[in-house]
C-alpha cells in the first residue's frame, strides 16, 4: 500500500503545552506547521496538571520576582540545572501566563482581581497560576482555542483552515529521517487504520512527554512510553540527566487499580498535613541541612506561616518533592506507614468541608470516586509513584536546538531544566517559555537552510519494515515483556538505588532487549493495542537502559537520584553531566561532559554559605574572586 505523504515546514510531535505553544509560535512566524499526537487531540499529561503554573507574577506577595524564582529553581535543582534556562524560565514565565490570559484563560482571582498564585514545595512565595485543581485543562483549552483562532485566520487569508496549521491526532511517529546530518521527516502510522504515514519536513519539535511507563507505580498514562526520548537518541542526539527521576511523593495507594494517580501538592500547599500510623508530624524529622534555615521547627510556627509568611518559616510539608518522597519511604520501611503501604495525608481537620470542595474539587471527587473515601471527613492514604523525568534531550537553552540539525525539543521530552529535582509548578511554566523559542528556534533554522533536505526512501522502507515486524511474527508476548521492564525499573531502579542492584537490572534489560526484537502481535494493523506496546517498547527499554547506566554511574545523591551506597551530595558531582548516545541503535554510551560555570551576575544571587554547601572548592575560590 501507498505511504500517505504530507509535506510542512515544522512538525512538532505531541500536543501537550510544549507542543502547541511550539506549534503556535512555529506558525505566528508564517511556517507551514503540522500538530502530530499519539493520543486525541487535548489528551496529553498537561491536560491533568492540577496545581498550576510557577511564575513570579508577585500578585499574592509583592516581594516575589524573577532572581527569587531563579534562586528556588536552582535549589530544588541542587544545583545541577542548566542555569541559562533556569534563568530563562524565571525571567519569561509571568509574560507566559499574561499572554495565555490575553489569550482567554480564565485563572482563579485575588480579591483585588489580580492572578491569584497559590504556594508550593520549594517556592519561597505564593508563585503558582492556578484554576481550582484543573489548571492543565484550562491551559490546553487556551492553546487549543490559540489554535482554532490561528485557523480562522488562515481561512480569511488563504480559503483553508489548515492551511498553516493542522493537527493530526491518533498519529504515532515512530522514526525520524535525516539528509545527511540533517532531519528531514518523520515516520510514523495512524492508531486506527494501522496505515502508514510520512511528514517530509526540514524540522522537528519533539515535544513528547515522559517516560513513566517504565514503571508499575506512576501517575503517567499509556502515552508516556519515552518515545520522544528515544526518537532523539536513535537520530543522533544526546540525551542527558536521565538518572534524575521525580517521584511524587503522594500518588494514591489503594485500591491497587488506582495505585500512582496522582494526589496534588496543592493538597499540602493548602494546608494538609502527612502523618504516620502514630499520629506523628513527621516531615519535621526530614529537613535536610541544606535547607534547615527555610523550614519552620515547630508545628505553630508551620501553621502560623498559611496566614503570615512574613514572620514564619513554611512548613517541611512543602519541602521540595525528593525529600518528601523520600521520608515517606523511610516511614513506611521503619514500619509506621498506612495500612495500605502508604502515609496518611490529611486535610479534613485543617480546612472547613465546603473550603476543601471549592479549594480541591477533583481530588474531592478522585478519592470519593476511586476509593470511597471523603477527604472532607477523613485522611487520604498516600505514597510514592513515578511522575516525573528531569533528564531528556539535551538542547540549546535560547533555542530549544538538539545536537541534530533541524530538531528541537521541548516540555518534559528535554533535559537540563530542572537539574536533579523539578519544583512543583516549574512545568506548566517550561512548557510555555521553551515551547515558544522551541517554535521560534525551528522558524529561524528554516529561514537559514540554504536547501530543503529530501527524504530518503531507504529509510522510510526501514522504517515501514521495523514497524510490520510484529505483526509477521508470532513472538513474545508484549504485555509480559513490558510488566518484567515495569517491575524491574520499580524495584531496583526506583527510589532508592545501590549499585548491585542497578547491575541486576542492567542484566534484565539486556535481555529484555532481546526479547524486544522478537515480540510479536497477534491480529491485523487496525486498531490493535499489542502491536502499539510492541513498538512502543523499544523506546521504553532504550531509555530505561540510559536511565540505569547514568544511575550506576552517578555515585552520590543528589534530588531525584538516591543511592544508599553512596548517601550525601559531592560537589564534584554537581559538575558533571552524563550524556547518552547510540552508534548502533540498540547499545548505549555515557560520556561525563563538564556542567559550564554560572555566569557572575547570577552566582551573585546566591549567598556565600548557600553555594558552599553546592560547589567544590575551586568553584568558591572563584566565587570568592568575583564578590571582591
Ligand atoms: P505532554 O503534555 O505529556 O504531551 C505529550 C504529547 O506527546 C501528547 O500529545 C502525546 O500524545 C504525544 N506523543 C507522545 N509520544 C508520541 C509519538 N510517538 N508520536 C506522536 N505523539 C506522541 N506540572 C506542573 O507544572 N504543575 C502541575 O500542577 C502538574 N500536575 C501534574 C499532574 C499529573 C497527574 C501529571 C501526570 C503531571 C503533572 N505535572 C504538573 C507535570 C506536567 O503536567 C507535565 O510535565 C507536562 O504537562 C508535560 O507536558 P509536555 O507538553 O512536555 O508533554
Redesign the pocket.
Known amino acids: 500500500m501507498e505511504i500517505e505523504r504530507h509535506e510542512y515546514d515544522v512538525i512538532v ?7 502547541l505553544r511550539a506549534a503556535i509560535e512555529a506558525r505566528q512566524q508564517g511556517k507551514r506547521t503540522a500538530i ?4 486525541l487531540f487535548g489528551k ?3 491536560v ?7 511564575a513570579a507574577m508577585g500578585n499574592v506577595n509583592s516581594d516575589d520576582n524573577w532572581m527569587v524564582h531563579f534562586r528556588d529553581t536552582m535549589r530544588g535543582g541542587k544545583f545541577l540545572n542548566n542555569w541559562r534556562m533556569a534563568e530563562l524560565h524565571a525571567k519569561e514565565a509571568p509574560d507566559r501566563v499574561w499572554e495565555l490570559e490575553a489569550w482567554g484563560a480564565l485563572f482563579d482571582r485575588t480579591k483585588d482581581g489580580k492572578i491569584s498564585q497559590r504556594n508550593f514545595g520549594g517556592h519561597e512565595y505564593p508563585r503558582l497560576a492556578h484554576v481550582g485543581d484543573r ?2 485543562l484550562e491551559l490546553i483549552r487556551t492553546l487549543q482555542q490559540r489554535v482554532v483562532a490561528l485557523q480562522q485566520e488562515d481561512y480569511e487569508t488563504h480559503g483553508d483552515y489548515e492551511a498553516y496549521i493542522k493537527v493530526f491526532q491518533e ?3 515512530t522514526r525520524l529521517l535525516k539528509d545527511g546530518d540533517r532531519i528531514s521527516g518523520g515516520f ?1 502510522y495512524w492508531r486506527e487504520s494501522g496505515n502508514f504515514v510520512l511528514f517530509d519536513a526540514p524540522a522537528v519539535v519533539l ?4 517516560i513513566g511507563k517504565s514503571y508499575v507505580v506512576t ?2 498514562s499509556w ?2 512510553t519515552g ?2 526520548h528515544a526518537l532523539a537518541l536513535l537520530a543522533g542526539a544526546n540525551l542527558i540527566n536521565m538518572e534524575f527521576i521525580q517521584f511524587h511523593p503522594t500518588g494514591m495507594v489503594w485500591p491497587p487499580s488506582v495505585r500512582g494517580i ?1 494526589v ?1 501538592e496543592s493538597v499540602r500547599g493548602d494546608g494538609g498535613v502527612l502523618r504516620n500510623s502514630e499520629g506523628e508530624r513527621f516531615m519535621f524529622n526530614y529537613v535536610p541541612d541544606v535547607f534547615k534555615d527555610k523550614y519552620a521547627t515547630s508545628e505553630e510556627e508551620g501553621d502560623r506561616w498559611y496566614t503570615d509568611q512574613a514572620n514564619n518559616r513554611r512548613p517541611p510539608e512543602l519541602l521540595p518533592r525528593d525529600e518528601v518522597a523520600r521520608a515517606i519511604n523511610a516511614e513506611v520501611k521503619a514500619g509506621r506507614g498506612s495500612p495500605q503501604g502508604g502515609v496518611y495525608l490529611d486535610v479534613s481537620t485543617r480546612l472547613p468541608a465546603e473550603e476543601i470542595k471549592r479549594r480541591l474539587p477533583s481530588m474531592h471527587h478522585q478519592f470519593k470516586e476511586l476509593a470511597d473515601v471523603d477527604i472532607t471527613a477523613e485522611p487520604m492514604q498516600v505514597g510514592p509513584t513515578c ?2 523525568i528531569m533528564g531528556g534531550i539535551e538542547v540549546d537553552a535560547d533555542s530549544g536546538a538538539a545536537s541534530v540539525p533541524g530538531l528541537f525539543a521541548a ?3 528535554s533535559g537540563g531544566m530542572h537539574g536533579s529535582n523539578r519544583l ?5 511554566s517550561d ?1 510555555l517559555v521553551f515551547g515558544r523559542r522551541a517554535g521560534a528556534g525551528a522558524a529561524a533554522y528554516l529561514d537559514g537552510l540554504p536547501a530543503r533536505p529530501k527524504v530518503d526512501q531507504v529509510q522510510v522502507d526501514a522504517a515501514r519494515a521495523e514497524a510490520e515486524a510484529p505483526l509477521q511474527r508470532a513472538g513474545e508476548n508484549p504485555y509480559e515483556v513490558h510488566q518484567e521492564l515495569q517491575r524491574t525499573m520499580n524495584e531496583l531502579v526506583g527510589i532508592i538505588r545501590k549499585a548491585e542492584e542497578v547491575s541486576e537490572a542492567l542484566e534484565v534489560v539486556e535481555k529484555l532487549k532481546e526479547r524486544v526484537q522478537l515480540v510479536g502481535a497477534a491480529g491485523t494493523r487496525i486498531y490493535n493495542p499489542g502491536w502499539h506496546l510492541a513498538l512502543d517498547l523499544r523506546n521504553m527499554v532504550l531509555v530505561s537502559e540510559c536511565v540505569a547506566r547514568a544511575a550506576l554511574l552517578r555515585q552520590e545523591s543528589r534530588g531525584g537520584h538516591t543511592r544508599d551506597d553512596f548517601p550525601g551530595m559531592r560537589p564534584e558531582w554537581r559538575q558533571k553531566l552524563l550524556a547518552c548516545s547510540t552508534e548502533d541503535g540498540t547499545s548505549i554510551t555515557i560520556e561525563e561532559k563538564a556542567q559550564p560555570a554560572m555566569r557572575d551576575d547570577l552566582i551573585s544571587l546566591f549567598d556565600r554559605d548557600e553555594l558552599s554547601k553546592y560547589l567544590t572548592d575551586e568553584e568558591m575560590a572563584e566565587f570568592d574572586r568575583i564578590a571582591k
Open positions: 510531535i505531541g500536543a501537550g503545552g510544549a507542543g502530530v499526537c499519539k493520543s496529553a499529561h498537561t491533568m496538571a492540577e496545581g498550576g503554573a510557577a489548571t492543565g498519529c504515532t511517529i510514523g515535544a513528547t512527554g515522559g501517575s503517567n502515552e508516556y518515545d520522544g496522582l496534588t511522575h516525573y516540555g518534559e521530552v512543583g509548578g516549574n512545568s506548566l512548557l
